[in-house]
């Protein structure tokens, strides 16, 4: 069983940054891969990048690409997401999830969740 707590997101303006924090309990949190996902009112939840047990292997959305940064530190339990350059269209609630399979994006390949963390993106 993993426990995952989001926080960090906040209002910002476009233009602007945000780091994300996913905070894991329990100790096998190196054993899972690692993934964001963002849901937007009215929208499907969807994915926004992944990272490997080591951290070595990272993707992303097309969309984020040169703008968010995945990592993690699994001597702290902790995944993050570095987020620039922000975009009114990233508005929505950004989730964390673990996952067994590395390279998966689809919701369903994700076993634990966390809460989600609203960010919001000014124009």
């Known amino acids: 069983q993993v426990q995952l707590v989001e926080s960090g997101g906040g209002l910002v303006q476009a233009g602007g940054s945000l780091r994300l924090s996913c905070a894991a309990s329990g100790r096998t949190f190196s054993s899972y891969a690692m993934g964001w996902f963002r849901q937007a009112p009215g929208k499907e939840r969807e994915f926004v990048a992944t990272i490997s047990r080591s951290g070595r292997l990272i993707f992303y959305t097309d969309s984020v690409k040169g703008r968010f940064t995945i990592s993690r530190d699994n001597t702290k339990n902790t995944v993050y997401l570095q987020m620039n350059n922000l975009k009114p269209e990233d508005t929505a609630v950004f989730y964390c999830?673990?996952?067994?399979?590395?390279?998966?994006?689809?919701?369903?390949?994700?076993?634990?969740w966390g809460q989600g963390t609203q960010v919001t993106v000014s124009s």
């Open positions: 999830a673990a996952t067994s399979v590395y390279g998966v994006t689809n919701t369903v390949d994700y076993t634990y």
